[in-house]
């Protein structure tokens, strides 16, 4: 029986079938571009392949065609009875994830990873700051998805993409030395592993180390194809420290071209939220902002996530729709939080609103107490900076610069280096002293 890259069985008796599903679960695992042609091509060579078509599925949802994984979810379910119980095991969480019970597949993954430790395709969904853990939405996630990863190390030894993974939750816990050794890992293993690369661009902003992750990403995407999985994020990261670094010019360029919705190809959740989050720095920084970005964003945040339930979703929802003044969606969020960390995103909404209409106490009233178990919004430390910048930017703009100081200096004391890090241009805290 042929086997997937990892040493499972494959319920298929087509060589080409199980080339196409290897090559598309590495492009999955990597970001890589024409992952669902990998899938389809695997399901060409045969239609009874179970795991090509509940692989399908997955894609088309992380890819945000959730609506489209409904036909190829309902294959893999009846193909399911004639594999093995790993199979069906897999197509299992699949189902789970794709009808979105997460805390139910999250037991599932943890149950089948005790059998199969190496089927990574399962395993996938738990790990990164967009897993089920992730958005999980509890306090001490991030904790707890490093201590999941762990009991794996030796069952994966150094395979690029758990140690790409295992990176990330380590770099997110400030535990860079070994983060960086797995990074290293991963990129020798796989240099084209766009997950890889993106997460050593964490590292680098961790670490406030602008310049040295500008000429790292800049260098690293040359080659990076503009439908890749991450070419969005990873533009999102050159953005930013273009700002930062007084390349406004270049900063403005990449989010024409590569950010903006109608721009380069980017999940829906990774378009909303690096354009709010740019836009925000930028007028946080000093930058005039088009009032028309702003309503565009706030158009796309209405049409893909109107109140979604996920909180990362939704705190950048809330962000477009206050900056472009659109009080009834705002309104909307606030009234009716929704998901499993409703009972911030009210504060964060309220925050924004009164951030956006430069009401300063009220949005530091509202903002800062969130500050402390932010974790629970989901995502990376370098998102969630957008809560950080805007209470401290508030600050500044309320005449509080010494309170200011205290809270990015104890917050992001590497990061804040050289001068405060609202995008590094016009807000230095040591000039307001």
């Not at 420290?241 to 990449?254: C, N, Q, V, Y």
């Amino acid at each position: 029986m042929p086997q997937d890259r990892y040493g499972n069985a494959l319920t298929t008796s087509s060589s080409a079938a199980r080339d196409a599903y290897v090559a598309g679960v590495d492009r999955l695992l990597s970001a890589d571009a024409r992952i669902e042609d990998a899938f389809r091509e695997a399901i060409a060579a045969d239609d009874g392949f179970a795991l090509a078509h509940i692989a399908l599925a997955r894609t088309l949802q992380v890819l945000g065609r959730g609506a489209e994984a409904k036909a190829p979810l309902e294959r893999a379910l009846v193909l399911a009875a004639g594999t093995t119980g790993r199979e069906q095991s897999h197509i299992a969480v699949f189902a789970r994830i794709l009808a979105g019970q997460g805390a139910a597949a999250i037991a599932l993954i943890l149950e089948h990873a005790r059998t199969w430790p190496r089927d990574a395709m399962v395993l996938a969904p738990i790990t990164g700051v967009f897993g089920l853990i992730g958005f999980s939405g509890k306090a001490g996630r991030e904790a707890e998805q490093l201590a999941v990863l762990q009991p794996f190390a030796s069952a994966y030894g150094d395979d690029w993409w758990f140690r790409t993974v295992l990176a990330f939750a380590e770099v997110e816990l400030h535990d860079f030395k070994n983060g960086l050794r797995n990074i290293e890992i991963a990129l020798r293993g796989n240099p084209r592993n766009a997950h890889a690369a993106h997460i050593r661009g964490h590292l680098h902003y961790e670490l406030g180390e602008r310049e040295e992750g500008l000429t790292f990403l800049k260098d690293w995407a040359k080659a990076y194809p503009r439908d890749g999985m991450l070419h969005c994020h990873v533009s999102w990261h050159q953005a930013i420290w273009s700002l930062e670094t007084g390349r406004r010019e270049d900063a403005w360029r990449i989010y024409a071209s590569d950010l903006r919705p109608g721009g380069s190809w980017g999940p829906p959740l990774n378009v909303l939220t690096d354009c709010a989050s740019f836009l925000a720095r930028a007028q946080m920084a000093g930058e005039e902002v088009d009032p028309d970005l702003w309503r565009a964003i706030s158009r796309y945040a209405g049409q893909w996530f109107p109140n979604s339930g996920m909180i990362f979703a939704d705190m950048h929802s809330a962000l477009a729709f206050a900056m472009a003044g659109d009080g009834g969606a705002l309104r909307s969020l606030i009234d009716n939080p929704k998901g499993p960390a409703a009972d911030i995103l009210a504060p964060i909404a309220r925050g924004l609103g009164a951030f956006a209409g430069r009401k300063w106490d009220e949005a530091i009233q509202e903002l800062q107490p969130v500050l402390a178990v932010h974790e629970r919004v989901g995502g990376s430390r370098a998102q969630r900076d957008l809560l950080e910048y805007a209470v401290t930017s508030a600050l500044l703009r309320n005449g509080q610069a010494d309170e200011a100081r205290r809270l990015i200096s104890t917050r992001r004391p590497r990061n804040g280096r050289g001068g405060f890090p609202l995008a590094g241009l016009t807000a230095d805290i040591a000039s307001q002293a």
